[in-house]
């Protein structure tokens, strides 16, 4: 069932639980993400980078037509969208919100685009995402970290002077992969106040692989409603490929066992958010699955 972003983070955030927004980049990897969902009985977004699509116009078209056939409901979300060009694209490819990043700019500048943004994307019943602070990179965690971390204070007057629909903030993740054996940590008080000041307004985690469960379990039920995550994703997939790359199995295996490593790993992500069980499943509706599966 195919939704917008709002109508899930507005129940997520009345619920207490976060909804699980995977990347994705092609047909199989979002099957993947979709029978995830499906399993658990879970809402799911599809997160989109703009520079992974190689044709974001045909990407949208697959994603809708995945999302209207599932059993559970679904949005479809431009990930970091950097210019008004790239949020048109998504906008006229069918996705059901975008995500326009200002994050590193000045306040001022911020509020402005994303406020342009809000004006444009409302009038076509699209939702939009946008950040304050800023999540850095996870290899320069230490420089990155405290350097924009989200004002509880300003973020109502940021939320209300934009009109966005949910916000993503930075309490100490960060984006890709960490240094061997680090562990990010989160500021949950700033978190706790963030989620008072903006009056329980549904907030967004990016960064999140690498973050210990227990963490990210923590955040969820504090309030955070949509967790991104890429990482953690790929690092399950390839283990299970490289287990599966036999010179005596055929070949079209690997790709199976790909898209069983996401599914399995989302599974275990969308229990940690708190989702599973949040969706209503329509008996008349679910993705067909792939009946070939990776040989034992």
Do not use: W
Not at 104 to 111: G, R
Not at 191 to 207: D, Q, S
């Amino acid at each position: 069932m195919l939704v917008t972003m709002k109508e899930l983070l507005d129940k997520a955030s009345a619920g207490n639980y976060a909804v699980a927004a995977p990347n994705v980049s092609n047909e199989l990897n979002a099957r993947a993400c979709i029978e995830a969902a499906e399993d658990m009985k879970a809402p799911l977004i599809l997160d989109v980078a703009y520079m992974a699509a190689v044709d974001i116009q045909f990407l949208g078209e697959q994603l809708r037509r995945l999302a209207e056939q599932s059993s559970v409901e679904i949005a479809i979300n431009l990930d970091h969208g950097a210019s008004l060009e790239q949020v048109m694209a998504a906008i006229r490819a069918g996705f059901t919100s975008v995500m326009i990043d200002r994050s590193a700019c000045p306040d001022e500048e911020n509020i402005r685009d994303v406020s342009e943004i809000v004006r444009i994307a409302h009038a076509v019943g699209v939702s939009v995402e946008a950040e304050l602070g800023h999540v850095g990179d996870a290899m320069h965690y230490e420089e990155d970290r405290d350097a924009a971390l989200t004002d509880p204070q300003f973020a109502m007057e940021y939320i209300k002077k934009t009109g966005v629909d949910c916000l993503a903030v930075a309490v100490g993740t960060a984006h890709g992969a960490y240094p061997k054996g680090f562990v990010p940590y989160l500021d949950f008080d700033r978190l706790a106040e963030i989620k008072k000041a903006t009056n329980h307004f549904p907030l967004v985690l990016h960064g999140s692989s690498g973050t210990a469960h227990e963490d990210l379990r923590k955040a969820c039920s504090m309030g955070i409603n949509k967790v991104n995550i890429n990482t953690d994703l790929c690092v399950a997939s390839q283990k299970v490929a490289l287990e599966a790359a036999q010179p005596d199995k055929p070949s079209f295996l690997l790709l199976h066992a790909i898209q069983d490593g996401i599914r399995d790993e989302l599974k275990k992500m969308i229990e940690i958010y708190g989702s599973q069980g949040k969706c209503e499943p329509d008996p008349t509706k679910g993705l067909p699955r792939t009946r070939i599966r990776r040989a034992e």
